[in-house]
T-cell receptor
Framework: SQTIHQWPATLVQPVGSPLSLECTVE??????LYWYRQAAGRGLQLLFY??????ISSEVPQNLSASRPQDRQFILSSKKLLLSDSGFYLC???????????FGSGTRLTVV | TQLLEQSPQFLSIQEGENLTVYCNSSSVFSSLQWYRQEPGEGPVLLVT?????EVKKLKRLTFQFGDARKDSSLHITAAQPGDTGLYLC????????????FGQGTILTVHP
């Protein structure tokens, strides 16, 4: 069965520090991968998506970047965090011809 | 840009009551999904509707996709405290890569 792992669950980082959030998917190959941010338990904003290794599309200009070094690994990074980067970050995957997303359990990032 | 307007934003009801959540857009979607999310967790897919006029039932939950594929509704019959959570609708715009546009969510609280 397919599973998605996202870590860490909680992170408190000072302003100006770097960030690396990791997401891995098991039990499938060539998934479409997504990073979303959710503010205050409301709607989700798409940040990045990837349809293959090394392929990254950015939806919103921001202080963040993403990489996909392996087929089932998706990384969200920042060189210098801002206070406005605080939020709940969610990784998700879907098959090329399927509709539904499977989400990871999320990372609560607080920038102080 | 495709937008999904979800209403109401907040819903507080007593156990046993019925409720309806609406999701509206001026854009046509190729499919529409409903998710439920609990605090600190990722959203979980409830249903996907793909055909205009389609109605799907999941126990006490009834989902409907509008004939023009621009709107959807979620109806819960005899709500229970276990239904409490954030309900999100999300539309796929028919493009590749499976990108979804999310509504802002409805926070449902069912009191015993």
């Amino acid at each position: 069965s397919q599973t998605i792992h996202q870590w860490p669950a909680t992170l408190v980082q000072p302003v100006g520090s770097p960030l690396s959030l990791e997401c891995t998917v098991e039990g499938t190959s060539n998934p479409n991968l997504y990073w979303y941010r959710q503010a205050a338990g409301r709607g989700l904003q798409l940040l990045f998506y990837s349809v293959g290794i090394g392929q990254i599309s950015s939806e919103v200009p921001q202080n963040l970047s993403a990489s996909r070094p392996q087929d089932r690994q998706f990384i969200l990074s920042s060189k210098k965090l801002l206070l406005s980067d605080s939020g709940f970050y969610l990784c998700a995957w879907t098959g090329a011809y399927s509709y539904g997303y499977t989400f990871g359990s999320g990372t609560r990032l607080t920038v102080v | 840009t495709q937008l999904l307007e979800q209403s109401p934003q907040f819903l507080s009801i007593q156990e046993g009551e019925n409720l309806t959540v609406y999701c509206n857009s001026s854009s046509v979607f190729s499919s529409l999904q409903w998710y439920r999310q609990e605090p600190g967790e990722g959203p979980v897919l409830l249903v996907t509707v793909v055909t205009g006029g389609e109605v799907k039932k999941l126990k006490r939950l009834t989902f409907q996709f509008g004939d023009a594929r621009k709107d959807s509704s979620l109806h819960i019959t005899a709500a229970q405290p276990g239904d409490t959570g954030l309900y999100l609708c999300a539309g796929a715009g028919g493009t590749s890569y499976g990108k979804l546009t999310f509504g802002q969510g409805t926070i449902l609280t069912v009191h015993p």
